[in-house]
């Protein structure tokens, strides 16, 4: 705790070790910045962009950008907030998300960040991308309906080697990540309850496992995302 | 974001497009701002100029006699299911 540095988030004075990231350093000083492909421990992406924050006049993702000394962040914003939540219902448009029958409904992030910017419907008209359900594996189901393309599976399941057991396939508006057919054949039942978990929506499942917690004790039933960090 | 706007586009194009959908258009591209590229970050720029610099021609377009266009004609829509299954349609009833 040596370089401890001072910077302002919407004009409270914060204090955190100087090279942090910007999400990482405000929850230290209780304040939330949402996220969704950013996830403690994994090199950040910055590709969901809800962490977006006004520094200097630009916008900048907050999970990629380190403080530095006297940086004045803006973050809770009417403008802040308009452009969080429009990303938010783009999600939403450009999959198809069924929340009611939903197996992660509840201990879902998206939708927790849906109700957290109390989102009634997306503004934008619905999409409606014909996708698939790849069941081929024994262990899991990926749903390419729900899939909200943060790369968080990719990052962290892999095994022993090192090798990942999803990969993007096809690029643009056609991309999916698709489980390794061989590699999934190997796959132990702890990697794909890990890869359930660390999946923010509902794509991937870990087959005979949905509905397993009931409703009141999933994550997000009774506080809503954010409320461990906010003071 | 770039598909959404694409397909608003295309509506207005169509001639099914009313004043809100260029006000959408250009409220939408902000959205673009927040973009990770530089190719996102200018991706609404064609539309976002070209609705200010052409405007006239864009209003041309646009159904000017309604607020909302719903796309889908209710009177020929049970006419032709009721041809289908051999019905006659009551429209005074409705």
Redesign the interface.
């Known amino acids: 705790m040596s370089n401890l540095i001072k910077f302002k988030i919407d004009g409270v004075e914060c204090m955190a070790e100087g090279g942090k990231f910007i999400v990482e350093a405000a929850a230290e000083n209780g304040i939330y910045i949402p996220t969704l492909c950013n996830m403690k421990g994994v090199k950040p992406k910055g590709a969901c962009r809800i962490c977006s924050v006004r520094i200097n006049g630009r916008l900048m993702t907050s999970c990629t950008t380190p403080v530095t000394d006297g940086m004045e962040i803006e973050s809770e914003s009417e403008e802040i907030r308009e452009l969080r939540r429009s990303i938010v219902e783009l999600l939403f448009v450009s999959g198809n998300h069924f929340c009611p029958a939903c197996e992660k409904s509840g201990s879902c992030e998206l939708q927790a960040l849906g109700y957290y910017y109390q989102m009634m419907v997306p503004r934008f008209p619905y999409e409606f991308p014909q996708k698939g359900v790849d069941a081929t594996s024994s262990k899991i189901i990926k749903d390419q309906n729900r899939c909200i393309f943060c790369k968080r599976c990719i990052k962290t399941i892999k095994d022993e080697e090192g090798r990942s057991f999803f990969a993007f396939r096809n690029r643009g508006h056609r991309t999916e990540v698709v489980l390794d057919p061989v590699m999934a054949e190997k796959m132990d039942d702890a990697t794909a309850q890990l890869a359930m978990e660390n999946c923010p929506v509902g794509s991937i499942l870990v087959k005979e496992k949905g509905f397993d917690k009931p409703i009141g004790t999933r994550k997000f039933d009774k506080q809503p995302i954010g409320s461990d960090i906010k003071l | 974001?770039t598909?959404?706007m694409n397909?608003?586009l295309r509506k207005i194009l169509d001639g099914k497009g009313v004043a809100k959908d260029l006000k959408?258009l250009k409220e939408?591209s902000?959205?673009l701002?927040?973009?990770?590229c530089g190719l996102g970050q200018t991706a609404a720029n064609p539309i976002v100029s070209s609705l200010k610099n052409f405007r006239p021609l864009y209003e041309q377009l646009i159904q000017k006699d309604t607020d909302f266009d719903e796309g889908f004609d209710m009177k020929s829509a049970v006419q032709a299911s009721c041809n289908y299954v051999g019905r006659v349609p009551n429209f005074n009833h409705h």
């Not at chain 2, 701002?33 to 990770?36: C, L």
């Open positions: 974001m598909q959404v397909n608003k959408d939408w902000k959205v701002n927040a973009s990770r």
